[in-house]
């Protein structure tokens, strides 16, 4: 079955500050928007970029070598998505973050297949970290590590489902953070597929730099 690459890059990249959105920060010559895209060339059958920025999507993906359509960006991440998927021809569609640049082949192939089981999957890792719930500035748990999963993306959806999926979060209000959770939400399985620590989300300048180092290195 055909795949679709949605990638929202409307985000302006507050946190990490500076004049320019973190997905058209430059690497090595190129956009961290282009190699997010080079990442999935030759896997996926159609991208759509979800922005409002049509001059620099149109760039960075002439840098990827890639053809792609572009729609507006919504006031949220949600709905941005919402618009990328009702672009998609394709029966199946991957979701990811245009702030992933490193994601590794074998995350991207792994959320495919798993959506040939299930109507929804995601990537992740399991927590290793010891999790402390805060009560003020004192802790007052210490919440049980096993079975906790850090999300990553891809995250894939059959269009069959995440179209009513969508439509019903939009009509109901549903604030979600991930795209994940709205598939929980209306109902229905999600699949969790092997994530990867190289598959990083560049939020801050010390994220940029580890991006950098692992591109470099091929990943």
């Known amino acids: 079955m055909g795949c679709a690459l949605v990638i929202p890059a409307a985000g302006t990249g507050s946190r990490f500050g500076g004049p320019v959105a973190k997905q058209f920060l430059a690497i090595d010559g190129r956009t961290v928007l282009a190699w997010t895209l080079v990442a999935f060339r030759g896997v996926v059958d159609e991208v759509v970029l979800v922005g409002d920025d049509h001059d620099r999507l149109t760039a960075a993906a002439?840098?990827?070598?890639?053809?792609?359509?572009?729609v507006p960006g919504g006031t949220t991440r949600q709905r941005s998505v919402a618009n990328?998927?009702?672009?998609?021809?394709?029966?199946?569609a991957l979701i990811h973050d245009a702030v992933r640049p490193c994601v590794p082949r074998?995350?991207?192939d792994a959320c495919?297949?798993?959506?040939?089981?299930?109507?929804?999957?995601?990537v992740a890792v399991p927590c290793s970290a010891t999790v402390k719930r805060a009560a003020g500035a004192l802790v007052g748990a210490t919440?049980?590590?096993?079975?906790?999963?850090?999300?990553?993306?891809?995250?894939g959806v059959?269009?069959?489902e995440a179209g009513p999926a969508y439509a019903r979060a939009e009509a109901e209000g549903w604030a979600c953070t991930d795209d994940a959770e709205v598939m929980e939400r209306a109902g229905y399985p999600v699949a969790i597929g092997p994530g990867d620590a190289r598959n990083l989300k560049i939020t801050t300048p010390d994220d940029l730099a580890?991006?950098?180092?692992l591109l470099r290195a091929g990943g």
């Open 158 to 160: 059959r269009l069959a």
């Open 62 to 70: 002439a840098e990827a070598g890639m053809a792609v359509r572009i």
């Open 84 to 92: 990328g998927l009702a672009a998609v021809t394709a029966p199946l």
């Open 112 to 122: 495919i297949a798993a959506l040939a089981e299930h109507p929804a999957a995601v």
């Open 106 to 108: 074998r995350c991207i």
């Open 143 to 155: 919440v049980p590590r096993d079975g906790l999963w850090l999300a990553q993306t891809p995250q």
């Open 210 to 213: 580890v991006a950098t180092a």
